[in-house]
């Protein structure tokens, strides 16, 4: 007498084997968006930070633009950038970049810099 086919056994043992691989391609593609995600904040986030940079950079030191405040942008996300400045005749001027969590809509930094200005060379 000839046995074809599987037993029991190799069926459940086959079905574990094949779960667990799943499980482990399912949690690295879980991981690779939220890395995707968190590269785009980050691309993002710098983009905004050249922006104010710039628009500092081409405004007359006697400009409104030079007094603290902040500005809400959305892309793919919610982003506040807010920026600070320090000083008289040599200024300091912080610009940080915050991102909405989408999860619990907290908020987090995601770049932060500092220059010095002045108007004179």
């Given at each position: 007498?000839?046995?074809?086919?599987?037993?029991?056994?190799?069926?459940?043992?086959?079905?574990?084997?094949?779960?667990c691989?799943?499980?482990?391609?399912?949690?690295?593609?879980?991981?690779?968006?939220?890395?995707?995600i968190?590269?785009?904040?980050?691309?993002?986030?710098?983009?905004?930070?050249?922006?104010?940079?710039?628009?500092?950079?081409?405004?007359p030191?006697?400009?409104?633009?030079?007094?603290?405040?902040?500005?809400?942008?959305?892309?793919?996300?919610?982003?506040?950038?807010?920026?600070?400045?320090?000083?008289?005749?040599?200024?300091?001027?912080?610009?940080?970049?915050?991102?909405?969590?989408?999860?619990?809509?907290?908020?987090?930094?995601?770049?932060?810099?500092?220059?010095?200005?002045?108007?004179?060379?």
């Open positions: 007498m000839s046995n074809r086919g599987f037993t029991l056994i190799e069926v459940v043992i086959t079905s574990a084997v094949v779960a691989g799943l499980a482990a391609v399912a949690s690295m593609f879980s991981l690779a968006v939220r890395a995707d968190a590269n785009r904040q980050a691309a993002v986030a710098a983009a905004l930070l050249y922006d104010k940079m710039e628009q500092f950079r081409s405004t030191l006697n400009d409104p633009l030079w007094a603290d405040g902040a500005d809400d942008i959305t892309y793919d996300a919610k982003y506040m950038r807010v920026w600070q400045v320090r000083g008289g005749p040599l200024r300091t001027v912080t610009i940080t970049i915050y991102a909405e969590n989408a999860s619990n809509r907290k908020q987090s930094e995601l770049i932060r810099a500092t220059t010095l200005v002045s108007g004179t060379f």
